[in-house]
């Protein structure tokens, strides 16, 4: 006999484990499918934390050997231990991946082992890795199988000299020359953390700027402070071809427009232009689970595929290939299974670059605004201006609100600056409860912390900041 579950959830990354450890909170019995050798997915294994840890630990390095001077700190000669920093790195994420594990437990999901396979609305066929395969039965079956690297066409990934970001990730030296493909936020993280630790970083981007899905000022923002610390970035450049000889790999790019080509020598190249969904193996079609033509499994509202009893949530749907949106939509759907009425409200999920300064926004851009015809005031204020940002010695950077003309509803917020990352919650909260600019600037900010520069920013909406 199959064993029986109320849900079970494919893929044990962040919208997976959630949407399972969710069911079992609300008493149904759940089981997550999961192939790799722990659990977390994407974010916890290959994605999220370990870049963190390695973004952390970069940063400490570049701060000892820069920054520290200044604060009259000095101490002799510096030194890298790479293979140290690798093994910090592995065991935050072993650690952070065992305690997904121990969730499991104390929440009673069990983790089946293997490939999933989707063999009818009700019916999921596990393989495990020796190939012995068992079936399990259920209410419901949630896809929550992520999304992978998109590759360059003619420019293949063996993960020692051209890497995609998992072989970025376990480096085992520093390259000289180190060229990344795509200006997005994982080729500048990871070009941070190479760049910080002695490579010279060279940036290859399409479009005219990096970071193009964010507010138009801030790419280009980050790109002067990057170009300071020594990255080189190339934009409206294509790359034509690559092939890596004896002397490492040579780049053929070409202007986006079109022009004389040029080579571009490299140790190591990042291939970062982004991801995709990821569905192999699931028999999606047999099944007649519809996707859109970028191959996203296609939803409704309530994250119902149009085949009854499956659903669909996290990178592998519409939306932005975040780790919290996917980890929202986990809990979102199994409250829906269990008849309540949970609501996302997408405009008021973040997105941060953690490249140093941090890159962060919620809310809707100055471009979509127009686009959209919505008559909006715009405060800015600089953390030049903001006192904490002078006694840390981090002052690059500025925070923009976005607010509507007539109503002075909190529409979007912009930051570039340190520590923006964590900035930007008090953004988002004041557009998940609608609250207006005045409403933040009338908010007691204690003094002095980098959140003053949200405060002021919001009062220059009306323009009344006080310390500029
Ligand atoms: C380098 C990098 C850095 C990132 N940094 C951030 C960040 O700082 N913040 C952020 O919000 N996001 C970040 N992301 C994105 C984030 O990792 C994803 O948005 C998030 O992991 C998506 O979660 P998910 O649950 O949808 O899928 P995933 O985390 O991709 O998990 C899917 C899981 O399903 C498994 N699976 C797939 N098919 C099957 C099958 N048939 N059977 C069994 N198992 C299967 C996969 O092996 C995987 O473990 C980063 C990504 C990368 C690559």
Redesign the pocket.
Known sequence: MAERYDVVV???????YVAAIRAAQLGMRAAC????ASLG???LN???IP??ALLQSSEKFAEAGHSLAEHGISIGELGLDLAAMMARKDKVVTTLTRGVEFLFRKNKVDWLKG???IAAPGRVAVTDNDGASQDVETGAIVI????ESIPLPGIAVDEERIVS?TGALALERVPERLAVIGGGY?GLELGSVWSRLGAKVTVVEYLDRILPNMDRELGPALQRLLTRSGVVFKLATKVVDGRAGNDGVALELEPAAGGTRETLAADVVLVAIG?RP?TD??SLDEVGVARDPAGRVTVDDGFATNVAGIYAI???IRGP????K?MEEGVAVIERLAGQKPDIDYDAIPS?V?TWPEVAAVGRTEDELKAAGVEYRIGKFPFTATPRARTNGDTDGFVKVLADAASDRVLGVHIIGPDAGTMIAEAALAIEFAASAEDIARTSHAHPTLNEALKEAALAVAGRAIHI
């Open positions: 494919i893929g044990g990354g962040p919208g997976g499918v999961d192939s790799r997915g994407t974010c290959i994605g999220c870049s963190k490939r999933a396979r929550a199988t992520g999304s970001s994982i991801r990821f193996g699931l996290g990178d592998v290939m975040l780790a919290h996917a941060v953690y």
